[in-house]
């Protein structure tokens, strides 16, 4: 990433944090010394990793809930899964079907955590005895909407047969003029929203709650 563009992020970052700036700065700053391997890898616009703020306090929710695997649907160079395997008792599962992301991830994973070069519509959510699945940007443009319903529908699908109470995390799910990124809220309509972290106008964490009872 050249100069120019990081200083163009960065400052279309405070704009967009500015609900919160003073304590997502303060988070960035903390978190980026203390895990420097995984943090400074921009691929704008395919690659925006979540923020340091929104980070913390999913892993504040996933130990309140007392969440035991936790599946990060597009985990990027992997500073979420770093974060959650440290602050969390969770077993850590990411994927990412970039390749260059994917390397760094897997380079720099914890030994708990386990990262796979796979497309997240390809997952077989059988397989994984997850209760909670974050979602953080892929699958953000017009032709990948059929592919996003698929994904979100193969988690309900599962977890239905199985009973389970499960939990979906949705980082940034408005519109994002910036990157073509379209309003994926809809899918998540008329479900049971436990919380939002708000820290600018389309920087938001949604965390959702599913009882199978409820389908």
Do not use: W
């Amino acid at each position: 990433m050249h100069l120019l563009d990081i200083i163009k992020h960065s400052l279309e970052s405070c704009f967009l944090f500015r609900n919160k700036l003073f304590k997502t700065i303060l988070y960035e700053i903390f978190y980026r010394y203390k895990y420097p391997k995984s943090n400074h890898f921009f691929k704008p616009p395919d690659n925006y990793p979540a923020a340091y703020y929104f980070i913390y306090k999913i892993s504040k929710f996933i130990n309140k809930k007392k969440i035991s695997a936790i599946v990060d649907l597009g985990c990027g160079s992997g500073r979420l899964t770093n974060f959650l395997s440290d602050q969390t008792e969770a077993k850590i599962y990411g994927y990412e079907i970039d390749n260059e992301s994917y390397q760094i991830a897997k380079e720099n994973k914890n030994h708990d955590v386990k990262i796979f070069n796979t497309n997240i519509v390809d997952i077989d959510f059988k397989s994984l005895e997850a209760e909670c699945f974050i979602f953080n940007g892929p699958l953000y443009r017009s032709e990948h909407r059929s592919d996003f319903e698929k994904l979100i529908n193969s988690i309900h699908d599962c977890k239905k047969k199985l009973s389970k109470k499960y939990y979906i995390i949705g980082i940034n799910l408005d519109e994002d003029k910036r990157h073509n990124a379209e309003d994926r809220n809809y899918i998540f309509n008329n479900k049971n929203l436990l919380k939002i972290v708000v820290a600018g106008p389309n920087k938001k964490v949604k965390f959702f709650e599913y009882d199978p009872k409820d389908f």
